[in-house]
């Protein structure tokens, strides 16, 4: 009686030993997810959506986009009609040589350079603030007289009177049927160089 019930003790110290073991294999085990977890390396973190900041557009590309607007450097083409922006007037460089605002209504001529019958190859809006005409020979036929003149002597360097400052300038056939070249920069209006005297009460 007493062998039986010492065989029984002993598989019960087995049995209590291979679950202590089975605990203790289980725990390793567990351990050693987690330190893997642990030292993994962490994913690199999601950058933010690159923001595409609008460029502010420059005067030129403002114009650009404006009938009867007309930067420095324009070059104007013979017989083409530069419309204003409600449509009812236009600027004509003609291959007769004249320079003329029209009228849409009625066709008529309303202010011109009186300069048809010249071999005048080209009309230019220039980069110094002048309109200009030239012939074959590259010499004005015509001009606005609106050309920043050149700096003449030591003192106007140091102090440069209007006239020989460097200027900004640009040009419109405006709505109201006159052909007008302001000082400043567009869209300023503060500063007349130039104008046709066409204006019309509409």
Not at 82 to 97: C, I, T
Not at 102 to 128: E, L, M
Not at 150 to 169: E, G, H, T
Request: hydrophobic content about 35%; glycine content about 4%; overall charge positive.
């Amino acid at each position: 009686m007493k062998s039986y019930k010492n065989i029984l003790n002993f598989n019960q110290r087995r049995l209590s030993m291979k679950t202590l073991l089975l605990f203790l294999f289980m725990f390793a085990v567990m351990g050693i997810q987690t330190m893997a977890e642990t030292t993994a390396p962490m994913p690199a973190p999601t950058p933010p959506p690159i923001r595409k900041i609008p460029t502010k557009e420059t005067p030129e590309q403002q114009m650009d986009k404006r009938q009867g607007f007309f930067k420095k450097n324009t070059v104007f083409e013979k017989d083409k009609p530069y419309y204003s922006e409600d449509k009812r007037y236009y600027l004509a460089f003609q291959s007769d040589g004249n320079l003329v605002v029209y009228k849409v209504a009625g066709s008529k001529a309303i202010w011109n350079t009186h300069t048809n019958g010249r071999a005048v190859k080209s009309c230019v809006f220039q980069g110094d603030g002048n309109l200009v005409m030239y012939d074959y020979a590259n010499k004005a036929v015509w001009d606005s007289e609106t050309a920043a003149k050149s700096m003449r002597s030591f003192l106007d360097k140091i102090n440069p009177p209007d006239d020989f400052r460097p200027r900004d300038a640009w040009m419109t056939m405006q709505s109201d049927g006159n052909l007008v070249i302001y000082r400043n920069t567009y869209p300023a209006t503060n500063g007349v160089l130039w104008s046709s005297g066409t204006f019309e009460k509409n």
